[in-house]
């Protein structure tokens, strides 16, 4: 880019406003507003900018401090003949910068909207905090505010797949839950579970916000909204379970006992949003009850310490890989090896921004393990009662735990933990690591990678929750279908740090 783009002077005395591109960020300064005359931005965080007539318009998601959450910042102001080539250039060249790598502009998003989630203030927070978002960054938007269950994924069964480039669901996991449910339903399900979904939390768990944007950014809707407009798609893998005859699509957890009892024992205090869960679990330990099961897994590893190792480095080759389509454009393929070779990797796993490019089979996968004998090599059965069974993908299952660590997008496998009986100190113990997954090293927690498993209780009654929904007690099977779903990230990865501990001297 020329120094003429990346300057930009408007109005004049009192009303001149300096705009100035970095190689990474954006600054505004506007002697005229005394309560923010200077805004720093990352070019991630530039929404809009653009010359319409004689109108030049600028819009930015900005902090004010450091710990505050992100604002929106219209900066608009008539041009005039003189300065309309120079507004015009540096328009384009800012828009070429905020959005690298053939990142799309002004996606098309149809957006569920539960206002019944969580604490109920979906609907409020939409229209206050996020469509004026969505506006400035001149995303097409169709809305549907569910009002009744499965609404969702009767819609999504329905998707006219060429007129959306994202899902965007605006809940808790239940209702990502339904659109993935109604992909599998949808005429081409390959397709359609190749359109990206985007979580804007306003649940009680928000699992998945949190696994893409970190614990702190995910309390803050408009990072969220953010990754919507700005996140690349990410493959995910996402199972079916099957059970009486009948396959669902379970994108997150299963689980029996004592997780299952805080997830669905503990629905009607959702007007506690998060808490319930720290109260549920509590009140689960000092029960301390034991569940009858016979779980057999097709196991895949189970030493811990390789699982953390394995974890670290794959993460580190997807951040790389991500960061470097996030280079500026100017950079030519042989002076920027290392985004060529992002871009074709995402190319060859179906990360493009085309629906439809990463799934050859127009259907569902088949299921690999329906039949399969559990006496075989390769399969570990536990027959005997058990605190919980938990299995799933995404490190986070909440605001404040972290119960599958070594999860990864795209392993092709699913984290299996089974709970052996502990005494109640131990358990309640448990709760000051479970944030950072201090969990994962204890002796009487089971944790497996795994291709697939099947349970067979031995009782009716209780709760098994699918991705915080209630299913029958009753025998099923989980099996892994790699790469099947896509999501928006703005990292191209999940967000957790987690190490080996210190060696013991």
């Not at 690591?433 to 944790?447: N, P, V």
Request: charged share 25%.
């Amino acid at each position: 880019m020329s120094s003429i783009t990346r300057q930009l002077s408007l109005g004049s005395g009192a009303n001149l406003s300096n705009f100035s591109l970095g190689q990474n960020e954006l600054t505004i300064e506007r002697a005229a507003d005394k309560k923010w005359p200077k805004v720093q931005v990352p070019l991630r965080n530039v929404l809009w900018a653009g010359l319409d007539g004689a109108l030049f318009e600028l819009s930015v998601l900005a902090k004010k401090k450091e710990k505050a959450p992100l604002n929106l910042v219209h900066v608009t102001g008539t041009v005039s003949d003189a300065d309309k080539d120079a507004a015009a250039a540096f328009a384009d060249a800012l828009m070429a910068a905020a959005y690298p790598g053939g990142l799309q502009r002004q996606r098309r998003l149809k957006v569920f909207i539960n206002p019944k989630s969580g604490p109920g203030k979906a609907a409020a927070l939409w229209r206050k905090k996020i469509e004026p978002i969505f506006r400035a960054a001149k995303c097409d938007l169709d809305l549907t505010f569910t009002s009744r269950r499965l609404e969702a994924q009767d819609i999504a069964a329905e998707l006219p797949l060429d007129r959306y480039d994202a899902v965007v669901v605006m809940s808790g996991d239940g209702l990502i839950h339904e659109v993935f449910n109604g992909f599998a339903a949808h005429a081409q399900p390959a397709k359609a579970f190749s359109i990206p979904v985007a979580p804007i939390p306003s649940g009680s768990g928000n699992a998945l916000a949190i696994n893409l944007l970190g614990t702190d950014d995910a309390q803050d809707l408009a990072v969220a909204a953010l990754n919507v407009i700005k996140g690349r798609p990410m493959s995910i893998d996402l199972f079916s379970f099957t059970q009486g005859g009948k396959r669902h699509i379970s994108f997150m957890s299963q689980s029996i006992g004592l997780i299952a009892d805080v997830d669905l024992g503990t629905d009607p205090l959702r007007f506690l949003g998060g808490q319930r869960f720290i109260l549920g679990f509590i009140y689960e330990v000092i029960r301390n009850k034991m569940h009858p099961l016979k779980v057999s897994i097709k196991v895949v590893d189970s030493d811990k310490r390789k699982m953390v190792r394995d974890m670290q480095a794959a993460r580190a080759q997807a951040q790389a890989a991500h960061a470097a389509l996030d280079t500026p454009d100017d950079a030519s393929p042989s002076t920027n090896p290392a985004k060529t070779q992002a871009q074709q990797q995402q190319q060859e796993t179906g990360n493009g921004e085309q629906p439809g490019t990463g799934t050859e089979s127009t259907g569902l996968p088949e299921l690999k393990y329906a039949d399969a004998d559990v006496d075989e090599d390769g399969w570990v059965t536990f027959d005997r009662p058990l605190m919980y069974l938990f299995a799933g993908k995404g490190p986070f299952v909440g605001p404040d735990v972290v119960q599958f660590p070594v999860s990864l997008p795209t392993d092709g496998l699913i984290d299996v933990t089974l709970q052996d009986r502990a005494g109640r100190l131990a358990m309640l113990k448990a709760i000051d690591g479970a944030e950072r997954g201090e969990h994962f090293w204890l002796d009487s927690q089971h944790y497996y990678k795994a291709h697939a498993y099947r349970v067979e209780p031995y009782s009716t009654k209780g709760w098994l929750s699918i991705d915080g929904e209630p299913f029958p007690l009753e025998p099923f099977q989980v099996e892994v279908h790699a790469r099947l779903g896509t999501l928006l990230s703005m990292y191209g990865c999940y967000q957790l740090e987690f190490d080996l501990p210190p060696e013991k001297p």
